[in-house]
């Protein structure tokens, strides 16, 4: 299985930085084992979006799409959960 390259948008980038420490790293961990396996145990295609999948860290969600022909993970957002799905 071929290995995926991430892509970091500068919204995902900039809510990353405003996350405590902490978090930041269990986060990041996430982030690259998605180039490992882009569909893990736990995430969920997101309802009304053509490819965008949600994973969880903790009180946190990841959003991101995946680009299967340029074996590509573009992470969309990083946020709070109760933040995360508004506008």
Same mark, same amino acid.
């Given at each position: 299985?071929? &290995?995926?390259?991430?892509? #970091? &948008?500068?919204?995902?980038e900039k809510q990353l930085k405003r996350?405590? *420490?902490a978090e930041q790293q269990? #986060?990041?961990r996430a982030m690259l084992n998605l180039a490992i396996d882009p569909?893990?145990?736990? &995430?969920?295609?997101l309802i009304g979006y053509e490819d965008v999948f949600r #994973?969880? $860290?903790g009180r946190y969600r990841i959003l991101y799409s995946i680009a299967t022909q340029r074996l590509i993970i573009i992470i969309?957002? $990083?946020?709070h *959960?109760?933040? #995360?799905?508004r506008p």
């Open positions: 299985m071929a &290995s995926y390259d991430l892509e #970091i &948008s500068r919204t995902a996350l405590p *420490r269990r #986060i990041v569909r893990p145990r736990g &995430s969920r295609k #994973i969880r $860290v969309l957002k $990083v946020g *959960r109760r933040d #995360i799905y």
